[in-house]
């Protein structure tokens, strides 16, 4: 079985300040890591992906994450916070099976703030 | 992206009363659809797994006859809430994914506010 642990449940940064989200994750097998941002009351919309290869990973709007397989860690990280940025952050796994579901096991969640 | 529309995006219902909330696919077809939780504040809780086809595979704790799952065709999973309950309300949320892929990205709804009054 998986499990995603992201610590902090509220970050809270300056405009224009470094982000840095933890997630770190425990998982029988190499997993796959995603991270998805949530805007109130809407749906997820995924940030990026690790699934093989590079273990750096770059998604939409400058976000970035390096799967480090040492630390057990996929810490999402954006060189400087944008307003827009504000919104609800959730680390997922999931394991490489093919032909059959795609169950993501979330994390409980990051609430990111963006102050002026 | 593929894109996976939910509807509807808010309701509120009677105590007693079922609820219907559809996951469709729009681009592709989606053999396999998934029901999310989310109350607030928290994380998503997977609920079940619609197979297309099939029965539905309910994650433990989750009522199936509470939470009925239809699978009918490859771009429409439903979910009903049956004699709905104020406890009941939650965000509901659907994922889908393509089939034959490696096991990757899941693409999601726009999720549906139930309140039960």
């Known amino acids: 079985a998986q499990s995603v642990t992201q610590l902090g449940s509220h970050v809270s940064v300056s405009e224009g300040a470094l982000v840095l989200l933890r997630c770190n994750y425990s998982?029988?097998?190499?997993?796959?890591l995603f991270w998805y941002v949530q805007y109130p009351n809407q749906g997820l919309q995924l940030l990026l992906k690790?699934?093989?290869?590079?273990?750096l990973v770059k998604g939409i709007n400058g976000f970035e994450a390096e799967f480090k397989k040492s630390e057990t860690s996929f810490h999402l990280t954006k060189p400087s916070a944008h307003m827009s940025d504000a919104a609800e952050y959730f680390c997922?796994?999931?394991?490489?099976?093919?032909?059959?579901?795609?169950?993501?096991?979330f994390g409980t969640g990051t609430q990111l703030k963006v102050e002026l | 992206g593929a894109v996976v529309s939910q509807h509807p995006s808010r309701v509120i219902c009677k105590s007693g009363t079922s609820v219907k909330i559809e996951c469709r696919s729009l681009?592709?077809?989606?053999?396999?659809m998934f029901w999310y939780r989310q109350f607030p504040k928290q994380s998503l809780m997977l609920m079940a797994t619609?197979?297309?086809?099939?029965?539905?595979?309910?994650e433990q704790g989750v009522e199936k006859d509470k939470f009925l799952i239809n699978h009918a065709s490859l771009t429409l999973s439903t979910l009903t809430v049956t004699s709905a309950h104020p406890e009941d309300s939650s965000f509901y949320i659907c994922?889908?994914?393509?089939?034959?892929?490696?096991?990757?990205?899941?693409?999601f709804g726009q999720g549906t506010r139930l309140t039960v009054v």
């Open positions: 994922s889908a994914k393509r089939p034959r892929t490696v096991n990757t990205e899941a693409f």
């Open positions: 998982s029988s097998v190499p997993p796959y």
């Open positions: 690790y699934t093989t290869g590079a273990t």
């Open positions: 997922a796994v999931s394991l490489p099976i093919t032909g059959g579901g795609n169950k993501l096991t």
């Open positions: 681009d592709f077809q989606a053999t396999t």
């Open positions: 619609s197979n297309e086809g099939s029965k539905a595979t309910y």
